[in-house]
């Protein structure tokens, strides 16, 4: 695992859809594209707005991370799921699985998940205690037509 500082994002998220231009740029991303992926299931059904709201809000969270950019995330909404939680059926919870190239350290980490909970808490109203997420870091990944692992170069 590597030790990789924090980048400076400039990204500014509101919560209220309040968004100034250029929201989300992270200065070592460089253009290239390592596409995170964030899978979010909801026992709420959404308006349009609220869909966009969480995707721009948990792409400024993704910016937590050094090398990922707003731009570049994809976030998969499943709405008006069914969940339960010990045999109780839930109102309002929320489970994100969240997707990435390469392995960062537990303090990016942790920024991020804080982050990403605090938008499903503005744009869902979802308690802290009904709001969840795992993250799975990889070291290869497909996109844009080509092929990167973290530790083989062609080069």
């Known amino acids: 695992m590597r030790d990789k ?17 250029d929201i989300c740029r992270h200065p070592s991303a460089q253009g290239e594209a390592i596409m995170p992926y964030i899978n979010v299931s ?4 959404l308006s349009e707005e609220q869909k ?13 991370i050094p ?11 499943e709405d008006g799921k069914t969940m339960y939680t010990g045999g109780v059926k839930e109102e309002n919870m929320v489970f994100a699985d969240v997707r990435y190239f390469s392995n ?13 909970l605090e938008v499903f808490h503005k744009v869902l ?5 009904k709001a969840m997420l795992t993250i799975t870091e990889f070291n290869n990944w497909g996109a ?5 692992d973290e530790y083989y170069s062609e080069e």
């Not at 500082?5 to 231009?21: D, I, T």
């Not at 950019?69 to 994809?74: A, C, E, G, R, S």
């Open 104 to 116: 960062f350290d537990y303090h990016i980490k942790k920024a991020f998940t804080i982050a990403a």
């Open 52 to 64: 966009v709201e969480l995707a721009n809000g948990l792409g400024c969270a993704m910016e937590k």
């Open 5 to 21: 500082a924090p980048g400076r994002s400039v990204c500014r998220w509101s919560g209220a859809g309040v968004r100034e231009p």
């Open 67 to 77: 090398g990922k950019d707003k731009h570049w995330i994809t976030v998969d909404i």
């Open 125 to 129: 109203g979802t308690a802290k205690d």
């Open 42 to 45: 909801v026992t709420k059904t």
């Open 144 to 148: 844009m037509g080509n092929f990167k």
